[in-house]
């Protein structure tokens, strides 16, 4: 069985339960309709493994988001984890990365430092395992290097520059407890350690590019998460195969994930889980992260296809969405028409329900607005270049950026509650990226990553109606 008797699963709180029977939530965002059998089996929104029938109905609700695991106990026995700690120099951050992490079996892997010895200093005084390697081969190489010396069932990933503690691994182990789980991470927010944090090192704190998000999710292209950082990884041993691609520098973590689901394995991302990476202490550094980050954009492309698109969105949302950002006077009628048509379309693949015209309604209005948001992160991020080019021209263009720039004050508050609005690390950080993107496709003569895809609609199955995708990008 996947999972064991007594496993339990809970409806999340944010899923839609309309007419007792339809749930409509999840990401993908779907609807799904319970059967007499399905709804005598849900007890208060939580559902219990007790045979063949209720483990089938908790998979199908927790692999579409629709559920979460109720996860309890003390994770896997602290002898079955390894944690590989691949390292170049920084010693004083190794130091701080091995500490919380005693009582677990450690392997340092040394990517070619220019001071090993001082590496190896710090290992020893640890008690951790210590891998030279005579060239440098990166992060991929080096972490593929401490799992080929791994003899636990299961392995974690901590970068030198992230702090997590013992329990906090455990804890991400509950997830084990699925058999068809692969690779589980935690939300990695960033923490300055300058005595006096600048502005950009503040803004990562607030809106570190790792930090994925307080939802917990099961991760595939086109969910709310659909990739995870290699910062802090959990993983079976046995499923992680030969690991990462040793060839890429940056986007090995995503391309690993995305194997992994494409194999039929099971990623989740657990917020409720936290590990700490040390912002960069430089503007040069803080930015040219960013840089590699999208650079990566279009090796992914090359390898992966169109998974990870920079935004997906219907055509008519697309369109709907351009009109109100232009607001001209022509820009009601065109919303209207593709506000009506969306409604209509979603009314046609919604399951007889009461009140399924008001649900149709709401559910348009909802992928209206993440339209919005999408058009507004590529004009100010993804194709900023465009934008920079067009705008001196077009009158329209002038008049859709002034409406993305309002959209990402929203934003902001929406994501981050509370925390400073900084219009100037922002614009450096999407300029960053989108520059590191457009290398890349540049590099490799495709414009692929740069390019948005449509939903994939699907319909459904014995449990109920999927309404289609929505999706995010994976670096950015």
């Known amino acids: 069985m996947r999972f064991p008797i007594g496993f ?15 749930l409509v939530g999840g990401s993908p965002l779907r609807a799904v309709r319970l059967t007499d059998a399905a709804l005598a089996r849900l007890d208060d929104g939580e559902i219990t493994v007790v045979d063949a029938a209720t483990e089938a109905l908790a998979a199908r609700l927790v692999d579409g988001n629709l559920a979460d695991p109720v996860l309890s106990g003390p994770g896997v026995d602290p002898a079955a984890l390894t944690v590989v700690i691949p390292v170049r120099d920084r010693p004083d951050q190794l130091d701080r990365a091995l500490g919380p992490l005693a009582g677990l079996e450690r392997i340092v892997v040394d990517d070619d430092s220019h001071d090993p010895d001082a590496v190896e200093k710090v290992a020893r005084r640890h008690g951790a395992r210590i891998i030279r390697l005579p060239e440098n081969l990166g992060p991929a190489g080096a972490r593929n290097a401490g799992l080929r010396a791994v003899r636990t069932p299961y392995v974690a990933f901590v970068d030198s520059d992230v702090t997590v503690e013992a329990s906090t691994l455990l804890a991400l182990s509950r997830h084990f407890a699925d058999s068809h789980v692969a690779l589980v991470a935690p939300l990695v927010r960033s923490r300055a350690r300058s005595r006096a944090p600048r502005w950009f090192e503040r803004f990562d704190e607030d809106d570190s590019s790792l930090a994925l998000g307080t939802r917990a999710c099961v991760v595939r292209p086109g969910a709310a998460v659909g990739w995870l950082p290699s910062a802090c990884l959990v993983g079976r041993t046995s ?80 369109v709907t969405a351009a009109a109100l950002m232009v607001h001209r006077r022509w820009s009601l009628p065109v919303a209207a028409a593709g506000i009506a048509y969306g409604t209509l379309s979603l009314r046609r693949r919604l399951p007889e329900t009461p009140g399924r015209d008001r649900l149709a309604v709401q559910l348009c209005a909802q992928g209206l607005g993440w339209t919005v948001r999408q058009k507004a ?11 920079l080019l067009l705008a001196p021209h077009s009158k329209l263009v002038r008049r859709a950026l002034a409406a993305s720039l309002v959209v990402d004050v929203v934003v902001a508050q929406v994501d981050n509650p509370g925390t400073r609005y900084r219009p100037l690390a922002r614009r450096l950080d999407d300029m960053a990226y989108g520059a590191g993107l457009w290398a890349g496709a540049f590099r490799a003569r495709s414009v692929t990553c740069l390019l948005p895809r449509r939903p994939v609609q699907k319909t459904g199955q014995k449990t109920g109606q999927k309404t289609g995708q929505g999706g995010t990008s994976p670096n950015g």
């Open 239 to 318: 499923r992680l195969g030969d690991g990462f691609e040793e060839s890429m520098r940056v986007g090995e973590d995503v391309d690993l994930v995305w194997r992994l689901v494409e194999a039929g394995e099971v990623v989740r991302y657990d917020p409720e889980q936290v590990a700490w990476h040390d912002t960069r202490t430089t503007v040069s550094g803080w930015l040219g992260r960013k840089y590699l980050y999208g650079t990566g954009g279009a090796d992914l492309a090359v390898r992966h296809g169109r998974k990870g698109a920079p935004a997906v969105m219907t055509a008519s949302m697309a």
């Open 8 to 22: 339990r699963v809970r409806v999340r709180e944010d899923v839609r339960r309309i007419d007792r029977r339809l």
């Open 377 to 387: 992160a590529l004009l100010l991020r993804h194709w900023w270049p465009l934008t």
